[in-house]
C-alpha cells in the first residue's frame, strides 16, 4: 500500500489549493481514505475523510463548508479542495487510508493503517 500526497504550498488568506493522494499497490476502491493535518507543536488531527463508496464524509468542524473532498477511483486518487484558507489552516497534510472505516469520528490516527508523506500547505496572513 503506497500513498502519495502532492499539492501543498504557500498561499495568501483567502485563497485556495488542491491536494491530491495517489494511491497504488492495493484495491483504491475498497478503502475509506482520510486527510490529517499537523501544525508545529500540536497533534495530528483529522480534517476530512471520505468512505470506499464516496458516499459519504465527515468534516471537521473547522473546515466545513471550505473544504471538500472527493475521488476518483478510475485513478486511485482522492482530492481535497480548500477554499477561503486561514493562516491557521497552516500545516503538513497527511494522506492515509484503512480498508475500516473510523468507528470515531474526529478519527484518531489509529484508524489508518497507510499513510502517505505529507504535504506543506503555509496560508499567510
Known amino acids: 500500500v503506497q500513498l502519495q500526497a502532492s499539492g501543498g504550498g504557500l498561499v495568501q488568506a483567502g485563497g485556495s489549493l488542491r491536494l491530491s493522494c495517489a494511491a497504488s499497490?492495493?484495491?483504491?476502491?475498497?478503502?475509506?481514505v482520510g486527510w490529517f493535518r499537523q501544525a508545529p507543536g500540536k497533534e495530528r488531527e483529522g480534517v476530512i475523510t471520505?468512505?470506499?463508496?464516496?458516499?459519504?464524509?465527515w468534516y471537521a468542524d473547522s473546515v466545513k463548508g471550505r473544504f471538500t473532498i472527493s475521488r476518483d477511483d478510475a485513478k486511485n486518487t482522492v482530492h481535497l479542495q480548500m477554499n477561503s484558507l486561514k493562516p491557521e489552516d497552516t500545516a503538513v497534510y497527511y494522506c492515509?487510508?484503512?480498508?475500516?472505516?473510523?468507528?470515531?469520528?474526529?478519527?484518531?490516527?489509529?484508524?489508518?493503517?497507510?499513510w502517505g508523506q505529507g504535504t506543506q500547505v503555509t496560508v499567510s496572513s
Open positions: 492515509a487510508a484503512d480498508l475500516v472505516p473510523p468507528r470515531h469520528y474526529p478519527p484518531p490516527t489509529s484508524a489508518f493503517a497507510s
Open positions: 499497490g492495493f484495491t483504491f476502491d475498497d478503502y475509506t
Open positions: 471520505i468512505n470506499n463508496s464516496g458516499d459519504s464524509t
